[in-house]
């Protein structure tokens, strides 16, 4: 069964700074992606970022960048020069046979 | 282009009624997913549909909870009768699956949220 692990459940930091937040994943699966989620206070869920387990670079997307660690079985995302419009929760979400999410992690970004 | 359209937003209801929600993907997507969010949790598959196929549907509760996807496009979810417990953010989103390819990107509708009194 796959099942991703969230280890921080919230996170602090100064605007303008860059944070990372922890996702490890654990899968049987050879193929499979990882995602990361952003859901703000109003509740929609907006796709970040994608890296499949087969890509040999980190994804990036803008501010966003994922440091995948395969053999560790990681996959944080970096949040660079961090903005208030920042502050929300977290997913990060495995997809392969099944699709499963993690807990989250709730960011919060202080002026 | 037209992103997932989820209705009603908000429901509120008694135990022991009915109530369905529905949802129209993204045009062209064939895969389509719903999803039960508690608070403060991460979303929980309920059931996943390729075309008109429900091919996951295990964390489905059946002794209530229902679902369709007639002609492949807008699906509804069901639950009858409803119960305290069932209040939560119920998400659809759709994804262009390919058959074979592991994995793939679901864009996520605004929700229904629902709450049982």
């Known amino acids: 069964a796959q099942k991703i692990t969230q280890t921080q459940p919230g996170m602090f930091v100064q605007e303008k700074e860059a944070v990372t937040l922890d996702c490890t994943y654990d899968t049987s699966d050879q193929s499979y992606g990882l995602f990361w989620y952003k859901q703000p206070s109003s509740g929609e869920m907006i796709f970040l970022i994608y890296?499949?387990?087969?890509?040999?670079q980190n994804a990036t997307e803008g501010r966003y960048s994922l440091n995948f660690q395969k053999a560790r079985k990681s996959a944080n995302l970096v949040i660079s020069a961090s903005q208030l419009g920042d502050s929300a929760m977290y997913f990060c979400a495995m997809g392969g046979q099944n699709f499963v999410f993690g807990p989250g992690t709730r960011l919060s970004v202080l002026p | 282009e037209a992103g997932v359209v989820q209705s009603p937003r908000y429901k509120i209801i008694e135990k022991k009624q009915p109530v369905a929600f529905w949802c129209n993907p993204i045009?062209?997507?064939?895969?389509l997913y719903w999803y039960r969010q508690n608070l403060g949790q991460g979303p929980e598959l309920l059931i996943r549909?390729?075309?008109?196929?429900?091919?996951?549907d295990s964390q489905l509760p059946k002794d209530r909870f229902s679902a369709e996807r007639l002609k492949g496009v807008d699906s509804t979810l069901k639950i009858q009768p409803a119960e305290l417990g069932d209040s939560a953010v119920y998400l659809c989103?759709?994804?262009?699956?390919?058959?074979?390819?592991?994995?793939?990107?679901?864009?996520f509708g605004p929700g229904t949220r629902l709450t049982v009194l």
């Open positions: 045009s062209g997507h064939n895969t």
């Open positions: 989103a759709s994804s262009h699956r390919l058959a074979g390819v592991g994995t793939d990107t679901q864009y």
């Open positions: 890296q499949g387990s087969y890509d040999e």
């Open positions: 549909y390729e075309n008109e196929e429900a091919v996951d």
